[in-house]
T-cell receptor
Framework: KAGVTQTPRYLIKTRGQQVTLSCSPI?????VSWYQQTPGQGLQFLFE???????NKGNFPGRFSGRQFSNSRSEMNVSTLELGDSALYLC????????????FGSGTRLTVV | QKEVEQDPGPLSVPEGAIVSLNCTYS??????FMWYRQYSRKGPELLMY????GNKEDGRFTAQVDKSSKYISLFIRDSQPSDSATYLC??????????FGRGTSLIVHP
């Protein structure tokens, strides 16, 4: 079966711009979580969507937002980009949540210049 | 103190060695434990998950959980150069959202 698809794979943006990242989870999976991964901080949880509702939220500023559509596809948006937002953004798909493990996408590498 | 501690390495071993990767944690409420492998430029891949204490084996991999010591381990037998990657532990309290370790970089040299 198809894996988790994230687009785009690479992105270069300028400070102050906004960006939208997309994730298509595994068919049938209702939970989509987003993580930011940096060498300094490791994997940090952004938010989780389950059946179109935000079920959990991490400790990130309001510039980071997301949504989930009725077909479970999810998008995350970062507004007013800062240099520190440069990171690998990972989408994780699961049936019910992360207790039994996720299937991750390959990520979107965002560079803010 | 972070909730989940994991030595970043790198851990360098010769091919064929038994590898031991470890994490310690501070919150006794963690119930579900997972190990992920992440290759460069890829997302993490789930290797194993276990619930509560005990051992679980899958091929060359064995996951071990000791809740009394708040310590989990992943053993890799007959390590191969293709096992070279970063290994992340993760654990949840049943809240659906795992807490991840920072990852240990493993290098298996021929």
């Amino acid at each position: 079966k198809a894996g988790v698809t994230q687009t785009p794979r690479y992105l270069i943006k300028t400070r102050g711009q906004q960006v939208t990242l997309s994730c298509s989870p595994i068919s049938g999976h209702r939970s989509v979580s987003w993580y930011q991964q940096t060498p300094g901080q490791g994997l940090q949880f952004l938010f989780e969507y389950f059946s179109e509702t935000q079920r959990n939220k991490g400790n990130f500023p309001g510039r980071f937002s997301g949504r989930q559509f009725s077909n479970s596809r999810s998008e995350m948006n970062v507004s007013t980009l800062e240099l520190g937002d440069s990171a690998l953004y990972l989408c994780a798909s699961s049936l019910e949540g992360g207790n039994y493990g996720y299937t991750f996408g390959s990520g979107t590498r965002l560079t803010v210049v | 103190q972070k909730e989940v501690e994991q030595d970043p390495g790198p851990l360098s071993v010769p091919e064929g060695a038994i590898v031991s990767l470890n994490c310690t944690y501070s919150n006794s409420a963690f119930q579900y434990f997972m190990w992920y492998r992440q290759y460069s430029r890829k997302g993490p891949e789930l290797l194993m998950y276990t619930y509560s204490s005990g051992n679980k084996e899958d091929g060359r991999f064995t996951a071990q959980v000791d809740k009394s010591s708040k310590y989990i381990s992943l053993f890799i037998r007959d390590s191969q150069p293709s096992d070279s990657a970063t290994y992340l532990c993760a654990m949840t309290r049943g809240s659906y959202i795992p807490t991840f370790g920072r990852g240990t970089s493993l290098i298996v040299h021929p």
